[in-house]
């Protein structure tokens, strides 16, 4: 098992900055992915950023230039800089762990208003 605590969020104004942050524990295997999905209010949860604990990186197309993933393996944790944040950037985001199954955070609420 793998338990996933987020931190961070919040209400920003728009072209605004954020910093969520994730701490894994448990059963954690060095070689895995880690990042953040998001869902807005009626939508599907969606891809925001990920990245391997070889360093390898995925972004959305949206956040792009925007957002920064980082990760400390000795201390299992990630984290998301959020820059330059759009009302469309409003969602709760999640927090996520893969190995040999996924694992998700409880969610953290950022809401950025125009």
């Known amino acids: 098992q793998v338990q996933l605590v987020e931190s961070g969020g919040g209400l920003v104004q728009a072209g605004g900055s954020l910093r969520l942050s994730c701490a894994a524990s448990?059963?954690?295997?060095?070689?895995?992915?880690m990042g953040w999905y998001r869902q807005a209010p009626g939508k599907q949860r969606e891809l925001v950023a990920t990245m391997t604990s070889g360093g390898i990186t995925n972004y959305a197309d949206s956040v792009k230039g925007r957002f920064t993933i980082s990760r400390d393996n000795a201390k299992n944790t990630v984290a998301l800089q959020m820059n330059s944040l759009k009302p469309e950037d409003t969602a709760v985001y999640y927090c996520?762990?893969?190995?040999?199954?996924?694992?998700w955070g409880q969610g953290t609420q950022v809401t950025v208003s125009s």
């Open positions: 448990g059963s954690i295997f060095s070689t895995n992915v």
């Open positions: 996520y762990y893969v190995r040999s199954r996924a694992y």
